[in-house]
């Protein structure tokens, strides 16, 4: 079954989690990304933290494939945390050298800005992880409905989504095959300097842009052939219900951010007397 | 000099979940000149086998010489190899890129770094051998062309390459019954005027009956038999192996079983046969 | 017997542009004139070029005629109003498998013709749960058609016709990118779908070995009409079909070679089997 799926990052389950409906589970997805924006100290990580925990526990996703989504990204967000410690202002410096300043108040910031992304990106993950490319296409597909009375095209939207999520896994395999073809012939995709390697590509993308126009005009034959006629007086089978469990899920969320929230605002609002209090660098 | 396969094992994605024993202990050795069918079921390992003969699967588990060359070496040379061993894949009119039908077949020599003169020849050659008419067809866009010239040219492309093997996967898929005929009568050319060793992947038993001299079956992963072809269709019982008869050879197994020996594999070679054990008895 | 398909002379040519740009016709069909009545298991066959996929297209108002004219159940296809009920009418599968697809999941795929109609939500689910159990795919109503084999994603496109209920199921060479197997998968359930629902099957192929299980072969050439009758009648035209660029399953040609050579065998045998034994009584 894993391999039945795009992508390759549902985790396929029975959890509380993956029956979530998944419009709400974009929704909240949202209010979680946000309010990690929100975390005004490492209390509020240790909020978030537990909150992390709670869903993965409810999603029956095994940690190892949890933290395997954020090695992708891992890169990326050293390289943020790097230059943030190099281009944050701050004024308690601890080392300098030549033009380069590490100041306390940098490296702070830059942890922090390294943890907010990598549970951006847990979270993010725990959504693909539990919920399938399909019905992620048909509830963005819900949710944007009210977009259609600006006529925004949300049918199209969502058809090209569904589409090209039907079609990558075509596509890499014809992009292997085009790519054994062109080494039977003596091609090498890795020597030579820059210019000759982008030149090599030239030999798989061509074939692989034809093919894909001559697959989109036969698909669009057999979806006329099948009826299709744009979004007007389309039913759909699939339909998306509210559970008891989105009701659920929907109140823990809150919970926990209302607590991320409502420390935001203690510790805004008791800003000028942070400094006397005692380990105040926790309330950063 | 032969291709020597021994003791080759292919595994997909080892070590991980979706672990798949491709290859089983095969053992093939093919001698120059000969014209050999490849058969078995889908999913039989025939694809996975011959690449691996001109290193697009690398070898892992096994031994293999093609030529002079062993795919055990520390330092394949696999440019060498693949000009060695020519591979034309499925449909593979889908991989022509070029801006003319000349240029697209220019490629595999190209790559070969030969001396532009030395191409040019190659170009024109590999047209004349597939019956592409150069002026007409070599300055066009490789997707002016019809479904059967496409084809031709995407053979040309790896015959200009001069390989002394020749790898087919099926190279009359899709072609209506002329196309396949031009195809098979192109191969036929290719062997009586280049003696190239040539290998046919085929699901079309009454295509590789009429003409491979050797066929070899691919069950599940291992080579199950491996014989010339007239004993093979007489011998063994393809169609356990979800295979279909060619229909000649159901013909002459059931005259045989009545000790009637009747030779040939196309019809009208079976025809003129049938006519000449007739004709030695009185009806 | 009712008409379901009445092709009154009807003409289709292509618009296009040559290499310098100017405008050229190139040929589809021209002048046909054809019915096809309700329940008929109907074989269309032809060299590529000779008009059969632009026939098919004709027949559910993907084109139009440019002269001349086609009744679907007695509507024109050329009027606008009736193309939705046309469409209801002629369901059609092609011949990529992989390029009919809409949806990473099989049932969401066969549900698709059903949406388009705008069928009630509960009524879709039965449709296609009905649909994959006709073709014997319904075990994989959860599953990814990718990595299917060719014959089971064909299937599923007969399955995705189906869900609209049509009268007519149009096979465009649903066969040609098929192995052994995979054809007979096809070629079953078209069968199967003739005898118990009633339902005309017009079958596109080059495969002539398919061409006996119809009712009726129409044979196309160069954009016309060359031939209809029988398997057997055209069987029998072995010379004409061999102009035209098809030719005649091996067992028939020899059958008849053998007929006219003055043995007693019937000319219209198509089964090698059946010939094997009638030569083990004659030898």
């Given amino acids: ?284 | 000099m032969p291709v020597v396969v021994k003791n080759l094992n292919y595994t997909y994605n080892p070590k991980t979940p979706f672990a798949k024993q491709a290859l089983l202990d095969v053992n093939l050795t093919i001698n120059d000149g000969e014209f050999i069918g490849i058969i078995g079921h889908t999913g039989s390992g025939k694809s996975t086998f011959v690449q691996h003969l001109n290193g697009l699967i690398k070898l892992t588990d096994g031994e293999i010489i093609v030529n002079d060359i062993n795919l055990n070496d520390k330092k394949v040379d696999y440019l060498k190899l693949r000009s060695l061993v020519g591979m034309v894949f499925q449909y593979p009119e889908y991989q022509l890129f070029a801006d003319t039908v000349k240029a697209d077949i220019a490629f595999g020599p190209k790559n070969m770094k030969l001396p532009a003169e030395e191409v040019n020849t190659r170009v024109s050659e590999a047209l004349k051998l597939v019956g592409l008419n150069e002026e007409e067809i070599g300055e066009k866009s490789p997707f002016d062309l019809s479904g059967g010239e496409r084809r031709r040219a995407a053979i040309a492309g790896v015959l200009a390459m001069k390989p002394k093997i020749l790898v087919l996967d099926e190279p009359t898929a899709g072609l209506d019954p002329m196309g396949k005929r031009e195809i098979l009568q192109l191969m036929a050319k290719i062997r009586a005027e280049q003696n190239a060793t040539i290998i046919m992947i085929s699901h079309d038993m009454n295509e590789i009956y009429e003409n491979v001299d050797r066929v070899a079956v691919f069950v599940n992963g291992t080579i199950k038999h491996d014989m010339p072809t007239e004993e093979l269709f007489q011998k063994v019982k393809i169609e356990e192996y979800g295979l279909e008869m060619p229909a000649m050879a159901v013909i002459k197994k059931k005259l045989s079983k009545i000790g009637v020996v009747i030779n040939g594999r196309t019809v009208t070679e079976v025809f003129n046969e049938i006519v000449k054990a007739k004709g030695g008895k009185n009806v | 017997m009712n008409e379901a398909i009445k092709i009154t002379d009807m003409t289709y040519f292509y618009r296009g542009y040559d290499d310098s740009g100017l405008p050229v016709i190139t040929k589809g069909v021209e002048n046909v004139s054809l019915d096809i009545f309700q329940g008929e298991f109907v074989a269309l066959v032809g060299h590529n070029g000779s008009g059969k996929s632009t026939l098919a297209k004709l027949l559910n108002a993907l084109l139009l005629p440019r002269s001349g004219k086609i009744e679907v159940f007695g509507m024109d296809t050329s009027d606008k109003k009736n193309l939705f009920e046309i469409r209801k009418s002629v369901g059609m599968v092609f011949q990529n498998p992989d390029n009919q697809m809409v949806a990473s999941i099989v049932k969401e795929d066969v549900a698709f013709g059903p949406e388009n109609i705008g069928i009630p939500q509960k009524e879709i689910v039965t449709r296609v749960n009905d649909a994959l159990d006709a073709v014997g795919m319904a075990e994989y109503a959860d599953r990814s058609p990718h990595k299917l084999s060719g014959g089971q994603k064909q299937r599923i496109a007969i399955a995705g016709a189906l869900a609209i209920q049509p009268k007519v199921l149009v096979l465009d060479e649903s066969t040609a990118m098929l192995d052994p197997l995979g054809r007979r998968e096809v070629i079953e359930i078209a069968k199967k779908l003739n005898k118990e629902k009633n339902m005309t099957i017009i079958l596109i192929t080059h495969f002539m070995e398919e061409v006996l299980y119809s009712d009726r072969v129409i044979v196309l050439n160069d954009g016309e009409i060359a031939m209809n009758g029988s398997p057997k009648d055209i069987f029998r035209r072995e010379a004409e079909l061999n102009k035209i660029g098809l030719r005649v399953p091996r067992a028939v040609e020899l059958a008849r070679k053998l007929n006219s050579e003055g043995f007693e065998i019937d000319p219209d045998i198509t089964d090698e089997k059946v010939l094997g034994d009638k030569l083990c009584r004659l030898l």
């Fill in chain 1, 1 to 284: 079954m894993f391999r039945d799926v795009t992508l390759g990052q549902y985790y396929p389950a029975d959890s509380f989690v993956h029956r979530m409906d998944p419009r709400i589970k974009i929704l909240l997805n949202i209010l979680y990304l946000v309010g990690i924006f929100f975390i005004k100290s490492y209390f509020g990580f240790v909020i978030v933290l537990l909150f992390l925990c709670v869903a993965i526990l409810f999603s029956k996703v095994p940690v190892g494939s949890v933290i395997r989504s954020v090695k992708g990204i891992l890169v990326l967000v050293a390289i943020t945390g790097i230059l943030n410690v190099f281009f944050y202002t701050g004024e308690t410096v601890l080392w300098s050298w030549w033009i380069i300043v590490i100041t306390k108040e940098a490296l702070i910031f830059s942890g922090q800005m390294i943890l907010r992304l990598i549970f951006l990106v847990v979270g993010a993950s725990l959504l693909t992880l539990t919920t399938t490319p399909v019905d992620l296409t048909h509830a963005i597909e819900s949710l944007l409905k009210p977009l259609t009375l600006i006529k925004f095209p949300v049918h199209e939207l969502a058809l090209i989504m569904s589409l090209a999520l039907s079609f990558i896994p075509t596509l890499i395999e014809e992009t292997d095959r085009i790519v054994r073809a062109q080494k039977a012939r003596g091609a090498a995709f890795d020597t030579g300097g820059l210019v000759s390697r982008a030149k090599a590509f030239i030999p798989i993308l061509i074939p692989l842009l034809v093919s894909s126009f001559r697959r989109a005009d036969e698909l669009a034959l057999a979806m006329n052939a099948r009826c299709y006629e744009g979004s007007t007086n389309r039913t759909k089978m699939r339909k998306l219900t509210l559970s008891w469990r989105d009701l659920v899920g929907t109140l823990v969320t809150a919970v926990f951010f209302t607590a991320i929230f409502v420390l935001y605002s203690w510790i805004t609002s008791a800003a000028p007397l942070i400094p006397a209090l005692p380990y105040s660098w926790l309330y950063i």
